[in-house]
């Protein structure tokens, strides 16, 4: 099941955010996993906005959006979600939430 995380990204500034994924018994080796992640206005849009992810081998996620990226997502809230892939195409969503665009002001 995946984890249920709210996050805000403040439209026109650099995004990023860390995650640590880790097993029931602690171990964990994601060596030759892939990771993805999306963010759409609702689940069934057809447009989607997919963020940059780093995926260690030590289990640490990293999500992130260029200030250039984010300056053109027009503020309010979105689902996204973030998936892994194993070696052998196994697909495991990870964690999942609302992100909230808040407005940029300064221009």
Do not use: W
């Not at 995946?2 to 860390?18: H, I, P, R």
């Not at 289990?59 to 503020?75: F, H, K, Q, Y």
């Amino acid at each position: 099941m995946a984890s249920k995380v709210n996050l805000t990204m403040d439209q026109g500034s650099y995004f990023e955010e860390n995650f640590s994924i880790a097993s029931a018994d602690g171990v964990v080796n994601l060596s030759g996993y892939t990771a993805a992640c999306q963010m759409r206005k609702h689940f069934t849009s057809l447009t989607a906005i997919d963020l940059v992810t780093v995926l260690e081998d030590s289990g640490r996620l990293v999500i992130s959006l260029p200030s250039s990226n984010t300056a053109s997502i027009e503020p309010g809230r979105y689902l996204y979600d973030v998936e892994i892939t194993s070696p052998e195409n196994s697909v495991i969503r990870v964690i999942e939430g609302i992100m909230t665009v808040t407005p940029n002001i300064t221009r």
